[in-house]
């Protein structure tokens, strides 16, 4: 499985912007995806999952009511909308693809990142 994050950017405070996680080998539609990113200093933190019919979402709590995570998977496509940005929703964002078709945490692949840079 390949996968290409695309869609970060520097946007001022109160803006949006839509993430994209693209599976070149279109074959992540039967696994769930998650959205994770890591600011300068920190660690990896988890931010959203979808499993793989797309009924099912968790975020962490920092983001609930701001960010939508959904898929395509007709594209192989998943997709994190994320409004009313703050800066501390600063950092590189990545995908991964998870072992099973619920979020289980447990990582199969992890996608290559894209930089948010929100500015106050």
């Known amino acids: 499985v390949q996968l290409q994050a695309s869609g970060g950017g520097l946007v001022q405070a109160g803006g949006s912007l839509r993430l994209s996680c693209a599976d070149s080998r279109r074959t992540f539609h039967n696994n769930a995806v998650g959205w994770f990113r890591q600011a300068p200093g920190k660690e990896r933190e988890f931010v959203a999952a979808i499993n793989w019919r797309g009924g099912t979402t968790s975020y962490r709590d920092s983001v609930k009511g701001r960010f939508t995570i959904s898929r395509d998977n007709a594209k192989n496509t998943v997709y994190l909308q994320m409004n009313s940005l703050k800066p501390e929703d600063t950092a590189i964002y990545f995908c991964?693809?998870?072992?099973?078709?619920?979020?289980?945490?447990?990582?199969?692949?992890w996608g290559q990142g894209t930089q948010v840079t929100v500015s106050s």
């Open positions: 991964a693809v998870d072992r099973s078709s619920v979020w289980s945490g447990r990582i199969a692949t």
